[in-house]
């Protein structure tokens, strides 16, 4: 049994895929013959610093998910849950599933929707949380970011071109010790005028104080969003596959 805190990964499947525009939600389209969102658990399920999993999943689909799980033999998936109707009220409903954790317990909030990230990403998010309350796994932006206004003619104008160099693109698993979210999200939920895009937002817009730590990222973690995303995964997949294979070839004379 490990000293340190609890770790708890939450993965959040909530949404229902309206870019993908698939009939079933994107989380369960197939990624080399198994389901988007196994592919995601199964990242949390192989980190040996993540103790217990939660899956928020559309409501109607829950049982199909407790059905992945059972059939995967994901030992540490607790609860299959419904979400919410907005990913931050899905990430809510995640750490009000966490309610018997302790303060000083970590919360992982992972994208179902990016089964590609890898183990080591889970690894460096936990290493994070040792130094800051709140870390978010980022990458730098390649392509130059404009804040865009409307044009004085109609259409959208440039309104500024931030330095790139201090521009990164936020992913997930984003992490946090469960206290300084909890009190994040307290106030969060309060405001009526509450719009976030991610959770290491909601912890910088209402604990300015709290650090908010930058983990390197990597760019193969992708979010799958639109049409054509799934076929780009598979790619990154096999890539990803066989780099692994090179960086650790089979033992002689076992077999794969
Ligand atoms: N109410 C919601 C909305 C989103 N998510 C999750 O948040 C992640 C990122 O969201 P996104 O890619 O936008 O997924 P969808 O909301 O399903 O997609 P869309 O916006 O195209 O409908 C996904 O794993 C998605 O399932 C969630 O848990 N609950
Ligand atoms: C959390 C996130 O994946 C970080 O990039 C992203 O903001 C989710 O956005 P979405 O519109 O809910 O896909």
Do not use: W
Not at 15 to 31: D, E, I, S
Not at 81 to 109: I, K, N
Not at 246 to 254: C, H, I, T
């Amino acid at each position: 049994m490990s000293a340190g805190p609890r770790v708890i990964a939450a993965v959040l499947a909530g949404g229902v895929g309206a870019r993908m525009g698939a009939p079933a939600p994107k989380q369960l389209l197939p990624l080399d013959g198994r389901p988007i969102i196994e592919h995601s658990i199964a990242a949390f399920e192989a980190s040996p610093e993540v103790d217990e999993i939660v899956v928020l999943m559309v409501g109607e689909y829950v049982g199909r998910v407790e059905e992945i799980v059972a059939d995967a033999g994901f030992a540490k998936v607790s609860a299959v849950l419904p979400g919410g109707a907005t990913r931050t009220e899905t990430s809510y409903a995640a750490l009000s599933a966490t309610a018997s954790a302790a303060d000083s317990d970590l919360v992982l909030l992972h994208d179902a929707a990016r089964p590609l990230v890898r183990p080591a990403t889970v690894a460096a998010c936990v290493r994070a949380l040792g130094e800051a309350g709140a870390a978010g796994v980022a990458v730098p932006s390649a392509d130059t970011v404009v804040r865009v206004a409307p044009g004085r003619s109609g259409g959208e104008a440039i309104a500024a071109t931030p330095d790139r160099s201090r521009l990164r693109r936020m992913q997930t698993p984003q992490g946090f010790r469960l206290g300084v979210v909890r009190r994040a999200y307290e106030r969060a939920m309060a405001d009526p005028d509450l719009v976030a895009t991610d959770d290491c937002g909601v912890v910088l817009r209402y604990l300015p104080e709290e650090e908010v730590r930058i983990v390197p990222g990597e760019e193969t973690n992708i979010k799958v969003t639109n049409p054509g995303d799934v076929e780009v995964a598979e790619t990154l997949l096999r890539r990803m596959r066989a780099h692994a294979a090179v960086e650790a070839p089979p033992e002689a004379g076992r077999t794969v």
